[in-house]
């Protein structure tokens, strides 16, 4: 599906968010493409469900644009794709919720403590309300949340209970957290969470039951902060602050932890953080030295108050934090390796109470760093100072057990980047607020900042550095286009004038890959504001791309020919149906496309046949099914592209690439890429099921049926058994691996072909009864995939009336 390739989506609308691209395809199309948008299996899976939803022919496209409001206002825009029938019943999810809450609530009796075990039955159905995209009413959700902790307080040692209507309040919390108004009380889960883990001897229930309840408490308590009442960030730090006095006792380690754990910095206690209490917590930090886990708890902590305490005056404390977060990244100094070299120890099991899903300080470090910016700060010069000394740790040549920690810290500052712009750009702000919003030139110092890492972690040989890199320059492009494509066509150049480095090749060509969307969105601006330059530099880039990108599909060298397959993905799933009128740039004209498209298959056709090591029809074959290459086995771009790719083009230049194709299936048998080819027939199926089906589906059907003619059977239904052939003769090798492997292509080809393939019932039946009968356990096994995947194909339905409430 488009939405899943498309990696780099702007900041504002999240990557690989399909309502982001609906609302995106007026700049590129006059039609949505016809590639669907549902997530769904890969095809070359040999496991189908006949539940599919229905083929998207089937109901119309919904209205756009100028309904697209009116849609979401009545109920979300994923239900406008749904059958009439389904969406008009969508519309009463609102008031089967409230039915739900009620009957929960009738479930649950408060002086039978018991009862709460009658109530799970209903947390699946909430689940599913959780998932569902209709709105339903604040008022209703309220009286769920305050259930929810009604049972969950008076459930203490009811394990089960308390970690399912727990981790449903996780879920309320994390998806209605903005239409909520409510006062949680910390102390009841404070106490929840002693009692049980810290007072409480191991019981019958396990270690797995119990670490899932750890689990559980300490994120609800997390989801909960933002709605502790007034007070209650200093009552807390009352609570935890005598724990803080002998920094080298057990207990300091405690106190910082379940700071951390409950401190709430919403707006309602912002007027427990003054500058004084930073100076003393900055104090305290400072009173323990060389230990990892003190170092995340505390940088955590700052970080958090840093994100939402906007009155504290913190460049006073800029120089003491950016010394202490460049200590934290341990890299090493001339001959040294870094490391504290008398580490403070912390017991086990306070490390494992109050352990960090990440195992370095660098999301808390970039955290503080990206909220600390403000126009005219000294933050930026701290920022570039920390950056310049990094930096060499990023080069290939530099890396180490630091190059985790590094990568970390790139990915969440481009992370914490997007987000911040995107809050200064949606949410509504008072005029103090708005001082503190990053304006161009702050966006632009920081971009080139940050530039200095990508240069230098582009070509690391660590994948998620340079995965790292390629996403960073996918986000920052759409900030500044100005500055971070021109590095990406510059790098993108000097990749392929050292062709013999592969990795360099292969990185840069995914870093434009991800930066696709930028590309033409930026061309597309640069048009219509009349800047020739950029117009040509971004189009050269695109061009060559495009052309240059063949070259790097070499079957001996998976990781380049995976990332070309993206980059061609990504540039085509931006582009509106080519081939249709000469009225667009020149690489998007019919007579270059095609010219394209020839080199293109010619390129993909060798991949394909160079899969196979050696060949199985003469040596024999010894398994079913070859398993599947790096093309489907390590990403999913393969197929994509295809689907994709031939999904936009034109009548004509599909019709021009489908008879290649054809040419190429009809003419090769190549049991060792049986899923590559499959996907590539079903792809062009999916595209255009009507054509491809004269092409691909009814030749494979009467080269199968004519195989099986005259071969020997089992007997057992259908076909009469000659009486001069035995039963218990068997197929000829070659004969097996020819059937085997175009009724394994002919079960993929067809995934997504459905009603087209009534037009060939006939011969469907013909060649999986064939199939059945032959005296072969690999051909069975080849028509029983053909078989699930023709039910697949043609039997869906959506369920109705699911759950009823009386």
Known sequence: EPASLITAAPPCLGRGAPVAEVALWPLWSSSPPRSSWRRRKNPAAHKYSPIKPQPETHHPFPPRLASLRKHTAAMHLYNAWLPPAVADAARGEAAAFTGAVRAAKGAWRPDDPDSAYATLKWISVFDLFIKAKSNVAPEDIHALVELGFG????????????????????????????????????????????????????????????????????????????????????????????????????????????????????????????????????????????????????????????????????????????????????????????????????????????????????????????????????????????????????????????????????RYLVFYFERRLQHEQFDTMDEKNEQFCLGKEERAVFIKVVLKLLDRGQYSKDDSLAETVSIATSILSYVEPSLVLPFVATNFQLALETTTATHQLKNAVTSVAFSGRALLLSSLCSTQSGDSSMID????????????????????????????????????????????????????????????????????????????????????????????????????????????????????????????????????????????????CCACVHSYPEEASVYLVKPILMTIMSSFEGTPTTGYVGREVPNNMSTKATLSPALETALDYYLRVLAISISYAGPVLVSYREELKHVIMSAFQAPSWKVNGAGDHLLRSVLGSLVSFYPLDQYKYV
């Open 151 to 410: 049972i969950f307080h008076a459930s203490q040692n009811k394990f089960v209970v308390q970690i399912k209507w727990g981790g449903l309040l996780i879920r309320l919390f994390k998806k209605h957290v903005e239409r909520l108004s409510l006062d949680v009380q910390w102390r009841p889960l404070y106490e929840t969470l002693i009692q049980t883990h810290f007072k409480r001897n191991m019981g019958p229930e396990g270690w797995k039951v119990r670490q899932q309840h750890f689990e559980t408490i300490t994120g609800l308590v997390r989801a909960s902060r933002t709605f502790f009442p007034e007070g209650a960030a200093a009552e807390i730090w009352l609570e935890f602050r005598p724990l803080l006095e002998n920094p080298w006792h057990n207990s300091a380690f405690e106190g910082v932890g379940f700071v951390r754990l409950f401190l709430p910095a919403n707006p309602r206690n912002q007027d427990h953080f003054t500058t004084d209490w930073i100076a003393q917590c900055l104090h305290i930090w400072d009173s323990v030295t060389n230990c990892n886990f003190w170092d995340i708890q505390w940088a955590a902590i700052i970080a958090r108050c840093i994100k939402n305490s906007r009155s504290i005056e913190w460049e006073k404390f800029l120089p003491l934090l950016f010394t202490r977060y460049l200590n934290m990244f341990e890299v090493p100094i001339s001959s040294g390796n870094g490391s504290y070299p008398f580490p403070v120890e912390v017991p086990r099991n306070t490390r494992f109470l109050f352990s960090s899903k990440t195992r370095s300080p660098s999301k808390a470090i970039a955290k503080s760093v990206v909220y600390l910016l403000k126009p005219k700060s000294l933050a930026l010069e701290q920022f570039e100072k920390l950056i310049n000394f990094l930096e060499q740790f990023y080069h290939p040549s530099n890396g180490g057990r630091w190059t985790y920690s590094l990568e970390r810290f790139l």
């Open 537 to 680: 530099t971004l189009y050269d880039l695109i061009v060559t791309s495009l052309s240059n990108a063949l070259l790097g599909m070499d079957a001996n060298d998976p990781p380049k020919t995976v990332a070309t397959m993206q980059l061609i993905g990504s540039i085509f799933s931006n582009l509106a149906t080519v081939g249709v009128s000469d009225d667009v740039p020149a690489f998007l004209q019919t007579s270059s496309l095609s010219d394209w498209l020839d080199e293109f298959f010619c390129r993909l056709f060798s991949v394909l046949q160079n899969l196979e090591s050696s060949s199985a029809i003469a040596e024999g074959y010894q398994t079913s099914i070859m398993p599947g290459t790096f093309l489907v086995e390590d990403s999913p771009h393969y197929f994509c592209m295809l689907e994709i790719a031939l999904g936009k083009l034109s009548k004509t230049l599909f019709n021009q690439s489908l008879k290649k194709i054809a040419k190429f299936v009809n003419a090769n048998i190549l049991p060792g890429a049986t899923s590559e080819v499959g996907l590539l």
